[in-house]
């Protein structure tokens, strides 16, 4: 049943497209200098879906996050389209007022740096009940009941005696506790989707399963789309139920968790699964690598963007792979696939 | 203990084992912290509760813990950056826990060190010649400009590098020029501190590749830090897992793996996501749990 499509549209909508859906994205770019750095973007993601993005660092992960909240840094020019489900407006290109509305309430984002997205000067508690009262008005604005809610919040995530740690400041917590702080915040509005940018990257083994039990429960809770962005193929393995593979500012694969990880078939994603896995070695004892780096921004080759890496390209790869529709949610934009039998699991 | 590796035997006197590349008993390492009552007097905290280990000399040993259970204590100790409160360090044989810094010259050559974060280590002033040659103008060596590009060519970078910059690499190169720094004096231990926590997996594979075939190559003893066991598993024959300032469990890798007898080793372990745990089923809640309410 393989068809071909154009690859503006990578993800396959659901046989029923509509109604379930939180958020829908289509061509999204962002460029900066003539360089695009983000190129014909195109998913959706139902209520109560966790979805997992993953690449390399300067693979444009995190600027697929950033175009979606509408914070971007300056220079930096998103086209395409955003809609959130529960927001008229069109998210890309919309003014600020527009965009702080649905900022918080109808989506949120748990950043990697929890020091960095916590405001020091300011008390947890109040920053939890800020996100509450920001999105409120008139006779909702009662400081007392959002205080109660915040300490409620901060109980759910599970910070110990949360009445008292919504008195304290951000540097009294660990990186974890910090974490889950920031994960309060963002669930704090039950937001229609919620970002994730590495959120367990910089913490410990054990806290980084914690929090990614909590940010799991957290979502399922409130039946809330997910987007899970890491590099981590087990973290994304085990929070997320389909997955997307962006390089070079393109998304070269997508399907359910299980099919892209056990049978890759666009050759990058191959290399990553590859790459990950500490436990296959060649006879001397080495792990397989990708050969060569991730280019850096605007220098990706054209046509497809993995051929100056990948060991199958050839002259067809130096036009735009057209992306193969392999299920009802998963494809791939690769002319050389790999085969279909089970590579690994 | 029944896994400890075979050298010339202790020493009747320091119980340390004579043909250890480093060899540590009973190191404790105490901080006072800043008073809070004038009654009373500082409250102190115990980073190292006394620790013991050898490491032989060509062995790939692993230390793994968490944030805050002492291994960054442990290792400025082994590295000599900093005073023991008591216990005994050895080097090649040699006693360095109460040796002046003046004296620690020898230390510096045969001991060398890669940290974590390659844009923390690197000077971000210097030309990559001039930090892989560093380690070489402190031991006086002459002829640096063909180490140096020896060198480069050795971790897998071009020799136009060493008129760069730090920041004109990437966190892989940069880390692949941390550790032609740390070759640079011809080490015969190098000490691993996270190197490829701060990296994504294909260039972790890398990086990973490149230090196994370096130690194997010069026969380097390679003392490797990590918080991540599965990376540990990897690249060490042996390991101890350290917790709140003391080793609670050692062992050949494979066998503490399999096999963990500690409570704290086997959350550890459980807690590590895996592509295997998670398509077998294994959810976030079941990595957060602990082992003892896991079915056996």
């Not at chain 1, 649905?102 to 984002?109: E, I, K, L, S």
């Not at chain 1, 666009?266 to 060569?292: C, E, K, N, W």
């Amino acid at each position: 049943m393989t068809t071909v499509r154009p690859t503006r549209d990578p993800a396959e909508p659901p046989a029923t497209p509509g109604a379930d859906d939180v958020v829908t994205v289509s061509d999204l770019s962002v460029t900066a200098g003539g360089h695009a750095l983000v190129a014909d973007v195109g998913f959706r993601i139902r209520a109560g879906e966790r979805v997992g993005l993953i690449g390399e660092s300067g693979s444009g992960k995190s600027l697929t996050a950033l175009a979606l909240m509408g914070l971007l840094p300056d220079g930096l020019h998103p086209s395409g389209s955003v809609r959130v489900a529960g927001v008229d407006a069109e998210l890309v290109g919309a003014d600020e007022r527009t965009l702080s509305a649905v900022r918080g309430r109808d989506v949120a984002m748990v950043f990697q740096e929890p020091m960095t997205a916590l405001n020091p000067t300011m008390r947890v508690g109040q920053q939890v009940a800020e996100s509450l009262l920001i999105h409120r008005s008139g006779a909702q604005r009662d400081r007392r009941s959002t205080q109660a809610a915040a300490v409620e919040l901060l109980d759910q995530v599970g910070v110990p005696d949360p009445a008292a740690a919504a008195r304290a400041y951000p540097h009294q917590f660990s990186g974890g506790q910090r974490q889950r702080i920031v994960l309060a915040v963002a669930l704090a509005n039950d937001p229609a989707l919620l970002i994730c940018d590495e959120p367990t990257t910089a913490l410990d083994v054990t806290v980084q399963a914690r929090v990614l039990d909590l940010i799991v429960r957290g979502v399922e809770e409130r039946r809330s789309a997910m987007l899970f962005i890491t590099h981590d193929l087990a973290v994304v393995a085990t929070a997320c139920e389909r997955v997307m593979v962006m390089y070079g500012g393109r998304i070269v694969e997508a399907g359910p968790v299980r099919e892209v990880l056990t049978r890759p078939r666009h050759r990058y994603t191959q290399g990553l699964v590859g790459a990950s896995d500490l436990s296959a070695v060649d006879d001397r004892g080495r792990l397989v690598t990708i050969p060569g780096t991730v280019p850096a921004a605007g220098r990706f080759p054209s046509g497809c963007v993995f051929r100056s890496r990948c060991t199958w390209a050839d002259d067809t790869c130096s036009d735009l792979p057209p992306w193969t529709t392999t299920g009802p949610e998963s494809g791939h934009a690769c002319v050389h696939p790999a085969s279909e039998e089970v590579t690994r699991g | 203990m029944a896994d400890e590796p075979r050298g010339l035997g202790p020493d009747p006197d320091t119980g340390h084992d004579r043909g250890a590349a480093i060899s540590v008993r009973d190191l404790r390492r105490h901080y006072r912290r800043p008073r809070t009552s004038l009654r009373q007097p500082a409250p102190v905290v115990e980073a190292l509760r006394g620790v013991s280990f050898d490491v032989m000399p060509g062995e790939h040993f692993g230390i793994v813990g968490e944030s805050g259970c002492g291994k960054s204590t442990l290792l400025r100790l082994l590295a000599g950056l900093d005073r023991a409160t008591s216990g005994t360090v050895m080097v090649e044989g040699r006693d360095i826990t109460r040796l002046p810094d003046r004296k620690l010259g020898f230390l510096r050559q045969r001991l060398q060190l890669v940290f974590q974060d390659p844009m923390g280590s690197l000077d971000p002033r210097m030309r990559v010649r001039d930090i892989v040659a560093e380690p070489l103008v402190a031991q006086g060596e002459t002829g640096r400009d063909e180490r140096v590009a020896e060198l480069l060519e050795a971790v897998g970078l071009d020799r136009g590098a060493a008129d760069r910059y730090p920041h004109q690499f990437s966190g892989g190169q940069r880390q692949r020029i941390s550790i032609a720094r740390a070759l640079a004096p011809r080490p015969r231990i190098i000490v691993a501190d996270e190197p490829v926590s701060a990296l994504d997996v294909s260039v972790r594979a890398q990086v990973l590749n490149l230090i196994a075939d370096l130690v194997d190559d010069l026969g380097l003893t390679l003392v490797f830090v990590s918080h991540d066991l599965s990376v540990v598993r990897h690249v060490c024959d042996r390991v101890a897992v350290v917790h709140d300032g003391q080793i609670v469990e050692t062992g050949p890798t494979e066998q503490v793996y399999e096999d963990p007898q500690h409570p704290y080793t086997q959350t550890l372990i459980n807690a590590v996501p895996t592509l295997e745990k998670a398509l077998a089923g294994v959810t976030a809640a079941d990595l957060a749990r602990r082992p003892d309410t896991r079915k056996a």
